[in-house]
């Protein structure tokens, strides 16, 4: 072969290449809090594994300042899609920030009310006059919880809630300075494996908790629906993963992320959790999907208790245009 055909050749890979290149596209994701918690587990998996590589993504993610940091940057156009929950868009909307769940990770809330053995709690009702930990007083686990106590008639001021942060919420279900909690699968786990025997309700029992959601602007869906679906399809396709094999996705999980490297039993007991309580399917729906007859309780039941001051229409709150089964 001449140098001639050898340069040729070589140009054609150079084009060849950039053109592959040129193929990916550019999406950045913003996450509510460090990317390295188990919550976040789909992303990173679906990352590592390069599945949003094969739906032609080339994602980047960055951590914001909580859920309302995330909406409003979603919403200006800063990042192109981010994590909140299902019940965000109801939440946001009102205040001029149009954004909408894209899909939801998983068909059961993500909530979960714990309270310890030792405390004499029997049930919700029993939450009367007990001390129950949270993380703010404008999070989606506190909202759920007041949910669960008016179903059993529990005013707020009749029970001591406390907004402690996630790290003061596990720190007091230790110690015993509070007798129950409102929280996520890994505070739990966390609380158990320090040796604190815990009875544990999903809020979805009694109230539409919603799980985990991605969030998208309406232009950024008007305008790149592709990115959208891309990103969904590949995060939902790592869930699957999950819920097949949690034992290899914890093993795979802890290989892409070092802050975990040394505790592949307590991310496994912490997806196997998920699996069982938050990444189950809701019947009739695929995988991701939205129920507006949900939304719209958990809309009703913000409006009457002043977590919102409008209602937005419903339809404005989610789309499952990336989630319908084929």
Known sequence: MNRVSLSLLFAGGLALSASAAHAQENLTYLFPAPDFLPAFAPFQLAY???????????????????????????????????????DTAMIVRPNGLEVRGVALLGGRGLTHIAWRNDSGIESVADLEGQSIAVTTFQDTAYYNLLAVLAGEGIDRPEADIQALGSGGLIQA????????????????????????????????????AQPQAIIASDQFIAEHPERAAGFVRATLRAIDDIVADPALAAQEYVGFIDQHAENVDQIERILRFYVESVYVEMDGLPRGAFNEGQLLEIQDFYL??????????????????FVVSE
């Open 48 to 86: 590592h594994k390069g599945y949003y590589e094969e739906e032609g993504l080339n994602v980047e993610f960055r951590v914001g300042q909580g859920g309302a940091d995330v909406a409003t940057q979603v919403a200006v156009g800063n990042v192109d899609m981010g994590g909140g929950m299902g």
């Open 173 to 208: 279900m230790i110690a015993g300075s509070v007798q129950a909690m409102s929280g996520v699968p890994e505070w739990i786990v966390s609380i158990q494996d320090a040796g604190v025997d815990l009875t544990v309700m999903p809020v979805s029992e009694l109230f539409p």
């Open 304 to 321: 009457a208790n002043d977590i919102i001051t409008s209602a937005v229409p419903i339809q404005d709150v989610y789309t499952n245009q």
